[in-house]
């Protein structure tokens, strides 16, 4: 069983920038696409970008393309989401997870932007 681990969140005004990390447990990890998922209050979870095993192909949704990085060190077992230019509109809970969300979720990492 893998276990995730969210960090870096916090309060920025917007503009911004945060940068997200995901510690995973267990071998899988390098060999498994990752993704990054968000939930805001009162919605549903919700994709935000996808790597795969390699790093080597990204995919991102629309409202954070051109802003968000998504990046991996499968040697640390890590991946991360770099925030840049944050709009209020992207406070949300941020979660990693296995791209087809198959694994446990973690406790996410709170990401509030001010306007």
């Known amino acids: 069983q893998v276990q995730l681990v969210e960090s870096g969140g916090g309060l920025v005004q917007a503009g911004g920038s945060l940068r997200l990390s995901c510690a995973a447990s267990?071998?899988?990890?390098?060999?498994?696409?990752m993704g990054w998922f968000r939930q805001a209050p009162g919605k549903e979870r919700e994709f935000v970008a996808r790597?795969?095993?390699?790093?080597?192909?990204?995919v991102y949704a629309d409202s954070v393309k051109g802003r968000f990085t998504i990046s991996r060190d499968n040697a640390k077992n890590t991946m991360y989401l770099q925030m840049k230019r944050l709009k209020p509109e992207d406070t949300a809970v941020y979660y990693c997870?296995?791209?087809?969300?198959?694994w446990g979720w973690g406790q996410g990492t709170q990401v509030t932007v001010s306007s």
């Open positions: 790597i795969t095993w390699s790093g080597d192909s990204t």
């Open positions: 267990g071998r899988t990890f390098g060999y498994s696409a």
């Open positions: 997870n296995r791209e087809d969300g198959r």
